[in-house]
């Protein structure tokens, strides 16, 4: 499968003598062989999934990797041509000169670029990489790993999935990682360069420095004394090292980096034959000429006769198809499966996915109205004063309960009670009689927000009711009581759940165990809800049960299960507003707590403890629509993803 098969593709050498090209051609018409990459909303990873017929040659000064998915397709780089097949993954250093032409099979590549300038940050010494992940002969399991990892950022980037943008970054650094650590070096097989094979540390180590010190010294003038003497190894050592892991002589090597960084020059400038071997470190444009001539199979001025005609230009634009995101999704999958297949051992991931189709006409299951009942006491207002009446109307409460105590101040009491019959709530004075409520590590937790969003739509009942704040002393953070907020007013995830409730209002269209869908009442719009769940058994029933924070946390965090959904829902044309919100328990008080080892009472000030972060995450897009919207939810672990969907203007 690996095999390298060259070629010259359409890149094929002319029948016609070359002849002095008139210097004021290159004057007027010499294209621009750089392509400035553009990346576009502060997202450093440029992504095209697509058929190609031919991208022209072309160099630019960040990583990019070309990987097929489909097909074969033929492959320049510098001077060398690659058939890739179906599988195979080829990594562009910056500087190098390369271009893509189809053969007679149908193809899908994906390019992937990178930007230098973000990823340097991680990685101070990207811009010196000579990655090579092109393999004769691979040993199973290392490029299968590296296509997963790519096959994981192309399928997070299709779907667009929540927080897409941060989950690629992520990944693309762990495959920076993989490829230091498996493919920073490169060597030569019958003169076609090929991935590094060796696996011992210092020997990396040191063929990667004599590499980079002779590309950035190339055009000096460099002896293997002196490389010797760096390296503290004698040249007799060093001329056998170079020859034995990098495939090629040192004088060899170093003619070949001088050719090599001299085919920009050739190309983008139209300096003479003589300037450019001057300026790339050879003595004379005879040695020159000869060199370039073995590697590249003509003399320079043939090459720039022959290859000036294919620079990616106005003129000869890229030609490819880009794949629609159901297209590349479909592909993207079939390739995981084919890969994960490959693999030795069973995931421990249990990974489900699920096609949801919605037919807008089909009669609702339920009206979707959520009417919020919530309980306070005199104490909360005694903690939080006005903020009390902020807190119910931000939860949209219509009920409120107030319950006191024996002993509770009856002028308070009252007070209360009228200012929240004035702020127009139906409120119901009760007696608390003491009656125990059953306590949970789980009410704490996110199983506590999605049991509140089951029991809503199973029990198919717009009353929800709930209990504002936990009681007692403050510092206590962690009660387990079924309520909204801490005693020292941290919300909850129940409290978001209410939150993201309040906001549904409309018919509930399909519903399945982890998904519902509602049709939201917005008169003349296109306008869905899509509430995505994703738990097990354990965590489910967590809140109804008496758990210590211990449990709670082990069973949470033991559930890796990942969850897909492609929701397909038939629309209007148009444009479409994409609002997503994700609530997990990563973020949560419990969470928080959990990494303070759950202490009895808080160890941070008020102040600092109250800035820690515990609301969902959001984000929104615009996204054009032809007759069908695709909007897919992916959830890690247990977690609540809510996507509302609405189109721009009217004409539902």
């Avoid at 990682?177 to 210092?202: C, E, G, I, S």
């Avoid at 038939?570 to 919100?581: D, K, L, N, R, T």
Wanted: hydrophobic fraction near 40%.
């Amino acid at each position: 499968m690996y095999k390298t098969h060259l070629r010259k593709c359409s890149f094929t050498k002319g029948t016609q003598a070359a002849e002095k090209i008139d210097q004021r051609f290159y004057k007027e018409v010499f294209p621009v062989l750089l392509e400035k990459t553009t990346y576009l909303d502060d997202f450093p990873i440029n992504i095209r999934i697509a058929k190609v017929t031919e991208y022209p040659i072309h160099y630019h000064l960040d990583v990019d990797f070309i990987y097929v998915l489909k097909g074969e397709i033929y492959l320049k780089n510098v001077c060398h041509h690659y058939h890739l097949k179906e599988g195979d993954v080829f990594t562009n250093s910056g500087h190098e000169i390369h271009g893509l032409t189809a053969t007679d099979e149908e193809n899908v590549v994906a390019i992937i670029q990178v930007s230098n300038r973000f990823f340097t940050q991680y990685f101070p010494s990207l811009m010196k990489a000579c990655f090579m992940t092109y393999i004769n002969n691979d040993t199973p399991g290392k490029l299968d790993i590296l296509q997963k990892m790519l096959l994981h950022i192309l399928l997070d980037y299709s779907k667009r999935s929540f927080n897409y943008k941060s989950n690629c970054i992520d990944q693309m650094i762990e495959v920076i990682k993989y490829l230091n650590q498996h493919y920073n070096l490169f060597a030569f097989d019958d003169q076609v360069v090929v991935n590094f094979k060796n696996d011992n540390p210092v020997i990396v180590e040191r063929i990667s420095r004599i590499i980079n010190y002779v590309y950035a010294n190339h055009a000096s003038k460099i002896t293997l004394e002196e490389l010797a003497e760096r390296e503290h190894l004698s040249t007799y050592y060093i001329s056998h090292l170079i020859r034995d892991y990098i495939g090629i002589n040192f004088q060899e090597f170093l003619c070949f980096a001088r050719v090599e960084m001299s085919e920009i020059l050739l190309l983008e400038t139209d300096r003479k034959i003589s300037v450019i071997a001057r300026d790339v470190g050879f003595s004379t444009t005879a040695y020159y000429d000869k060199f370039f001539s073995k590697w590249f199979g003509h003399s320079p001025l043939e090459h720039r006769e022959l290859y000036m005609p294919h620079i990616l230009s106005d003129a000869r634009p890229a030609r490819y198809e880009l794949l629609s995101d159901n297209q590349a999704l479909s592909l993207i999958r079939q390739c995981l499966s084919a890969v994960s297949d490959q693999e030795k051992s069973a995931s421990v991931v249990n990974r489900f996915h699920h096609n949801v189709d919605v037919n807008p006409k089909m009669p609702p299951v339920m009206k979707v109205h959520p009417v919020l009942e919530v309980v306070i006491t005199p104490e909360d207002y005694e903690i939080m004063g006005e903020g009390l009446f902020h807190l119910l109307h931000d939860l949209a409460a219509a009920r409120v309960i107030l319950t006191f105590r024996q002993g509770d101040s009856e002028t308070t009491t009252t007070l209360i009670e009228e200012r929240l019959t004035f702020n127009g709530y139906e409120v119901s004075a009760v007696c608390d009689n003491g009656l125990y409520f059953g306590t949970s590590a789980g009410n704490d937790s996110i199983a506590a927000a999605i049991q509140i969003f089951r029991t809503y739509f199973t029990a198919k009942e717009n009353i929800l009711h709930c209990r504002l704040r936990d009681q007692g002393e403050a510092s206590r953070v962690l009660k387990g009581a079924p309520s909204c907020i801490t005693s020292d007013l941290v919300p909850k995830p129940s409290f978001y759940a209410y939150r993201l409730l309040k906001n549904m209002k409309g018919e509930l269209l399909c519903w399945g165990k982890y998904y519902y869908v509602i049709k939201n009442d917005v008169y003349e719009k296109a306008s869905y809800t899509l509430v995505v769940l994703h738990y097990n058994d354990d965590i489910q029933h967590l809140p109804l049960r008496s758990a210590g924070v211990y449990e709670t946390n082990d069973i949470i965090n033991s559930f890796k299960d990942e969850l897909h959904i492609d929701f397909r829902i038939p629309v209007p044309s148009g444009q479409y507003i994409i609002a997503e919100y994700a609530l997990s328990n990563a973020n949560s008080i419990f969470a928080h707590m959990s990494q303070l080892g759950f202490p009895k009472s808080s160890p941070l000030p008020e102040a600092w403890f109250h800035m820690l972060n515990t609301e969902p995450q959001a984000q929104v897009s615009v996204e054009s629509v032809e007759d069908e919207l695709n909007v897919s939810s992916t959830i890690k672990g247990a977690g609540i993803h809510i996507i509302v969907v609405e189109k721009v203007g009217g004409n539902a």
